[in-house]
Nanobody, 110 residues
């Protein structure tokens, strides 16, 4: 199984990006997004269950939205009101099958 994470890029503070995590069979998995900034440990950002129940860490609540499009075998992370401290490599993780995506870089300039 390969998880394809995409959608990262360079954006100014206050801007938006939408990350995508695609994989065959992902519709039946709980999926998590993690991020890792330079010199820091990888940390949880948000999760979504197979029933589309979402969880967010406090630092992104109200700004990020995780969702799934089962018809496209995709989990999305919409990120609004981005801050420089959101700069990191973002990874998606298939909880059920214990697979990681390759990561996508998000850089937020001040």
């Amino acid at each position: 199984v390969q998880l394809q994470a995409s959608g990262g890029g360079l954006v100014q503070a206050g801007g938006s990006l939408r990350l995508s995590c695609a994989a065959s069979g992902i519709s039946t998995s709980a999926v998590a997004w993690y991020r890792q900034a330079p010199g820091k440990q990888r940390g949880l950002v948000a999760t979504i269950s197979s029933a589309a129940s979402a969880y967010y860490v406090d630092s992104v609540k109200g700004r990020f939205t995780i969702s799934r499009d089962n018809a496209k075998n995709t989990v999305l992370l919409k990120m609004n009101s981005l801050k420089p401290e959101d700069t990191a490599v973002y990874y998606c993780y298939d909880v059920r099958r214990n697979f990681w995506g390759q990561g996508t870089q998000v850089t937020v300039s001040s």
